[in-house]
């Protein structure tokens, strides 16, 4: 019960329904607040209690001001929590060893249950290994349930033991797309009130429901155990960046350059640790698909947060996608009692503002490995020529510009683009050639754009005029169609366009995360044998959110963000080499030229095929009994009891250590001293890099654990797929192919030197780790610029951690993994402002001592810490532990420690 210190409880009469709520305009200042700022008074005014959220919380955000730095902290609770297979799992795995440990401490394992909903979507583990058949689809979702029974059956296990817990079966969509199409509920009704909707999920492109208006952000697997088990989210309230759109986009572009364009103002801009706020007669113009676009794409310009107030577009798609008529009256008149109704004309206080005319949106991409690099597609083949060289030696460079491809392909290429040109021959003995910026990946990727019916009915109109004319994918690329839900294969189907897309190549192969995720499945042996032999720098053009290096595909060099239509075009080109926008795809069946604009659909055409081929009656089929599951996923036996049966043989789920030996006290903090560099790594180091994603290699240390254990080379299946177990888990972390530890110049991969060892030789980065455990020595990390940018991956963190990483010092952070280091017991420091590894002279071969972080345990926390070396280098570190509830955290060795004991006590 609110303590409702602002009088503000009162009762909302919907038709037939009264419903208690929160009235926001009870407290002053409310109205001059954005939007997102609306959404977090009432949930203070609704959790008020005296304690952790009191009348001076609610005070601070009515009287907020815009132009402040973040000072004040406030504590968010998040109305539900929704989860991805391959970060849920691990979430599911800890609240498991959490009954035992409380358990083992005297509690009762039955008060470990979700307080909040939760909700888990089986979406990351389809791999796409079968492409290009009508069959593909049934053959990957066989070699899916294969590989991951063991994961299944423990989910089902966990569906059955939890209150408050649902999962979304495989095969049935993308969590993100599943979240807006049925699991958001904009206003939330329970307990006989009503609220705005609020989330946080592990999967950092959980802002796609920002969309929708409703509020929600990606959080580290660890946070979302927090939240799901009662915890608010300790936060500051943000600046908030307004974002006015104006004007409408022109004919002939989609969403994906909006939202291309808008990432590349944005990360410009700086909008780490902000809230992103859209306002403006532009948001009126700009479709709920379109507005979800913009919001999935969040984590790609670095905010908390993208969202679009509630209007009339809004309840138009909450009924096209059918929700009940009296829940979509419920949103409209709380929004409009509370003041969270769009009004287009209105300016209310922002930190900062952008202005954006829609009209002025032109064809882009974006590559070759960071979202926010954007390249108008004009310019992308010369962008192309010039970012190549990157990626391949100083010799075949082609001087005299010979064409690479037959000339019915017309790739002209330029003088000095380099050059390979490579014989392929295929399994039916055709031959072709393929060179650098060949494109070898065309993926149609669930997530950013497969909810968006406009941009994927383009994509599958421009299939439909390329076969008229003749045209069909190259030889050598790799089409997939990944759609988020069932919904867009039953308006392919209904709209007559499924053959078309088969015919070009791009057959369904699974409803989930796919090529965005590292789950692209191989290239053809022959193709993938021609560029690593050559080593040829090849493309893939993907229209998912994520091309970092490394991540798509192991023997892809260059990736490049694109919408749907334009990855069908790119995979007819067959090359980056090609000016789509000038240079034919093709040739016709008379041999005439086939340009991009010839197979280009009009607004007009995408427009009626959308009107006429979806409806309210999809959306009712799809997810009439969404939580059921075929009868694959029901036949899964499964244990019962509160407490999961282990199996000391599986390679899949195992028992974590995080709790060993923890007593119901923690242990005071300790200063570190005598810290070793397990790795020195450069500036925008992702998750990726760091968190265990893709395929796992034999020669690996994760390869040699899982051969020891019995598991076959084709049986390995991917890290992700191993969340659930520590040991596979711990070998990946750092092992990204494309790391570069600067201890160990010259390599690339999961290496450093293990200086327990003379001379400190090149060592697996796992294997030194277990070596300086072993010894006692306690790692630390260096690290440059926006450190942990990217996906929310917890085992970012975990593996961090149970490398035996105490801290990290880097020079700046990304949100999330800066919270799951603290939220894992590990330090997170900054240089002082200016200084870096190479200034302070620091090569990592160093021992490192930090001193004063015992000040924790006087309930204070440091601004900062004395760090000294063997070498004489002292500085003056900067804690970036930003709140009181991240020191109690961290003084608790962890959240999932100090929620333990939380437990137990209350």
Not at 258 to 271: A, D, F, Y
Not at 363 to 378: H, N
Request: aromatic letters at 8%; hydrophobic letters at 40%; glycine letters at 10%.
């Amino acid at each position: 019960m609110s303590a409702n210190s602002f009088d503000a409880r009162s009762t909302l009469r919907v038709g037939d329904e009264s419903y208690e709520i929160f009235k926001l305009d009870k407290v002053e200042g409310s109205a001059r607040l954005p939007y997102s700022l609306k959404v977090l008074l009432e949930n203070l005014l609704r959790t008020e209690d005296g304690a952790n959220i009191t009348a001076d919380h609610i005070r601070a955000i009515g009287g907020w001001d815009s132009q402040a730095q973040p000072s004040q902290e406030i504590q968010f609770t998040p109305a539900r929590v929704i989860m991805q297979d391959f970060t849920g799992v691990p979430c599911v795995v800890d609240l498991a060893t959490m009954r035992e440990a409380v358990k083992e401490l005297g509690g009762d394992p039955a008060k470990i249950n979700p307080l909040a909903p939760a909700e888990l979507v089986i979406d990351h583990s389809v791999i796409a290994d079968k492409f290009g058949t009508k069959d593909a689809f049934g053959q990957n979702v066989e070699l899916e349930y294969g590989r991951n029974k063991e994961r299944y059956q423990f989910l089902r296990w966990g569906q059955t033991a939890f209150d408050e817990f649902k999962v979304v079966p495989p095969g049935t969509g993308i969590v993100h797309q599943v979240n807006i199409e049925h699991l958001a509920r904009t206003v939330m009704v329970r307990g006989g009130q009503a609220y705005p909707d609020t989330l946080v999920g592990t999967d950092s492109h959980t802002t796609m429901v920002n969309g929708l208006g409703v509020l929600g952000w990606g959080v580290g697997g660890i946070e979302a155990e927090a939240a799901m088990l009662g915890q608010p989210v300790s936060m500051l309230i943000p600046r908030v960046v307004g974002f006015k759109l104006t004007g409408e986009l022109k004919p002939g572009t989609t969403a994906t350059d909006l939202v291309l364009t808008i990432t590349e103002m944005l990360r410009k801009h700086g909008v780490v640790g902000k809230f992103v706020e859209f306002y403006g007669q532009g948001v009126a113009a700009t479709s709920l698909a379109n507005r979800a676009t913009i919001g999935n794409m969040s984590p790609e310009f670095g905010s908390t947060a993208a969202i679009f107030p509630i209007d009339d577009e809004t309840l138009n798609y909450l009924r096209l996608t059918g929700r009940d008529a009296q829940q979509v009256a419920l949103v409209e008149a709380y929004a409009k009692e509370q003041g969270l109704w769009l009004d287009p004309d209105a300016e209310p206080d922002f930190s900062e503002k952008l202005e954006l005319d829609l009209a002025t949106v032109v064809p882009s991409i974006a590559g070759p490995k960071r979202p926010q690099d954007r390249i108008v597609l004009a310019n992308a083949a010369q962008q192309f020529a010039s970012d190549v060289r990157n990626y391949v030696s100083d010799t075949g460079v082609d001087e005299a510009g010979k064409e690479s491809f037959p000339a019915s392909d017309s790739p002209a290429v330029s003088n000095g683009v380099p050059s390979n040109p490579t014989t392929v021959t295929a399994p039916d003995g055709s031959t072709y050639e393929i060179d650098h910026g060949a494109v070898t990946v065309a993926a149609i990727t669930s997530c950013t754009n497969t909810s968006n019916p406009y941009v994927m009915v383009a994509a599958a109109l421009v299939a439909k005029k390329a076969v008229e004319k003749g045209l069909t994918r190259k030889p050598w690329v790799k089409t997939t169609l990944a759609p988020g839900s069932k919904v867009v294969t039953d308006y392919f189907d209904k709209a007559g366009l499924t053959p078309y897309l088969d015919k070009v190549g791009f057959n369904l192969v699974g409803y989930g995360c796919t090529t965005c995720i590292g789950n692209s499945g191989p290239l053809p042996e022959e193709v993938s044998k021609a560029v690593n032999d050559n080593d040829l720098a090849v493309t893939s053009v993907l229209s998912g959110n994520r091309n970092f290096e490394g991540r798509i595909n192991p023997d892809v060099k260059m990736n490049y963000l694109a919408s749907p239509p334009l990855v069908v075009a790119y995979a007819i080109a067959g090359s980056m080499k090609v000016d789509i926008t000038k240079d034919a795809l093709g040739v016709d069946q008379d041999g005439k030229p086939v340009h991009l604009s010839d197979i280009w659909p009009t607004e007009a055409e995408v427009n009626d095929v959308v009107a006429n081929a979806i409806g309210e009656d999809m959306f009712n089929k799809s997810y009439q009994d969404v939580f059921a599951g075929d009868a694959q996923w029901q036949a899964l036996p499964i244990p019962t009891g509160n407490t999961f049966e282990w199996d000391a043989e599986s390679t899949y789920v195992r028992k974590p250590p995080y709790f060993e030996g923890m007593a119901m006290d923690p242990a005071p903090v300790e200063d570190i001293t005598g810290a070793r560099v397990l790795a020195k790594l450069g500036d925008s180091v992702t998750t990726d890099h760091i968190s265990p994603a893709g395929a796992i290699k034999a020669d690996t240390p994760a390869g040699k654990y899982l051969t020891e254990h019995g598991i076959e080379r084709r049986d390995f299946n991917s890290y992700g797929s191993c969340r659930g177990n520590h040991e596979v888990m711990i070998r990946g972390t750092f092992a990204n192919i494309r790391l570069r530890n600067q201890i160990a110049p010259g390599t690339e991969g999961g290496y450093t030197r293990d200086f327990t060892q003379d001379g400190g030789p090149v060592s697996f980065i796992y294997d030194a780790s277990q070596n300086y455990q072993a010894a006692g020595t306690p790692l630390a990390i260096l690290a440059g610029k926006e450190y942990g940018s990217g996906s929310s991956r917890d085992w970012a963190a975990k593996g961090t951690a149970l490398l035996g990483v105490k801290a990290v010092i880097a020079e700046s952070y990304e949100r999330i993994h800066r919270s799951n280091l603290i939220g894992m017991g590990v330090l997170p420091l900054q240089f002082p402002e200016g200084q870096n590894a190479e200034t302070l002279g620091l090569t990592g071969e160093e021992a490192f001592s930090f001193a004063g972080v015992t000040e924790l345990n006087n309930g204070t926390t440091p601004r900062t810490v004395k760090v000294t070396t063997d070498t004489g280098v002292e500085f003056d570190a900067v804690v970036r532990i930003d709140t009181p509830g991240e020191a109690d955290y961290y003084r608790n060795g962890g959240i999932l420690q100090y929620v333990l004991r939380s437990l137990i006590r209350s």
